[in-house]
């Protein structure tokens, strides 16, 4: 195995030599908050994990599957390594309507074979069905000794969680924010099986800011003035959705939206007596 992953590791600077390049508008800081995950080291990263994989497993976020999909990496195990394995899963499904999953489960399986998630150590769901996955993986390569399943996604995408949820105890580190995962790991789930944990990974980098923001892939701790972008997140979504879940209504835009949020928490600025948005903010985003 370890010979394995050496002699992967001299492809690398090549393959990341044909990767898109960001947008050159994006100013300096903008790279550096806004470039999470598409750096030439989280690129390298990648390819090892793919390299090193019989099967890749692409998480995707099932509040938007598609904007958490990387086309680039799809074409590039199409016609670089056809003879690897691609599966979708569909992490978080807890978070949306049963129907909605079902949906995106008949769309996504007519590509890729596509199973939906929740990653929980003690109350997960298709945990089972993954796991039956991989060892018919395991048998169909009778002649290895060892398959590696690497995974592979956006970042706060629930990688990490999921391989713990399949071990049944915290062997990777997890945070709810983005780019926890610094390097990737190797994790043995059965005797045949090893499992590879990899960090978050942006290849889309057509997506704007307020894209970035909204997949959860940017800390916003580190966005100035993060207001700026709440109109982009209330332009997905229905008001009459907003008001059900956050029991405000009649604002006009989005830092309307906010003030009301603040009003009706009582998140105000004690000496100017005003709301503060930016705490209000972070839950929401």
């Known amino acids: 195995m370890v010979e394995k992953v050496y002699e992967t590791t001299t492809k690398h600077e090549e393959k990341v ?34 390299d090193s994989s019989d099967v890749v497993v692409q998480v995707l976020d099932a509040r938007d599957p598609m904007g958490t999909r990387s086309a680039y990496i799809e074409n590039y195990l199409r016609t670089e390594k056809s003879h690897k394995h691609l599966v979708f899963v569909l992490n978080k499904c807890d978070l949306i309507p049963t129907w909605v999953t079902k949906g995106w489960i008949i769309q ?39 398959i590696s399943v690497g995974f592979i996604g ?41 499992l590879i944990d990899c960090p978050g990974i942006v290849s889309n980098t057509s997506d704007s800011n307020a894209d970035m923001l909204c997949k959860g892939v940017v800390r916003l701790e580190l966005v100035p003035n993060p207001s700026q972008y709440i109109q982009a997140v209330l332009d997905k979504v229905k008001p009459k959705y907003l008001t059900q879940a956050y029991k405000v209504e009649g604002w006009s835009d989005g830092v309307d939206f906010l003030s009301l949020i603040c009003k009706k928490t009582g998140k105000l600025l004690k000496k100017e007596k005003s709301t503060d948005c930016d705490s209000a903010l972070i839950p929401l985003l």
């Not at 508008?25 to 090892?48: C, M, P, T, V, W």
């Open 17 to 50: 030599a044909q990767l898109p390049h960001d947008s050159e508008e994006r100013s300096a800081q903008n790279d550096y908050i806004f470039g999470a995950g598409q750096s030439r080291r989280i690129h390298a990263e990648l390819f090892k994990v793919i």
């Open 154 to 194: 956006y970042p706060n995408v629930g990688k990490s969680s999921i391989i713990n949820t399949l071990k049944h105890k915290k062997c990777c580190k997890v945070a709810p924010l983005a780019g926890e995962t610094k390097v990737w790991q190797y994790v043995a789930l059965f005797r045949r099986v090893n």
């Open 108 to 146: 996504l399986s007519s590509e890729y074979p596509t199973l939906a998630f929740h990653a929980s150590i003690n109350k997960s769901f298709g945990k089972g069905a993954l796991i039956n996955l991989l060892r018919q993986f395991a048998r169909l390569h009778a002649d290895k000794k060892q």
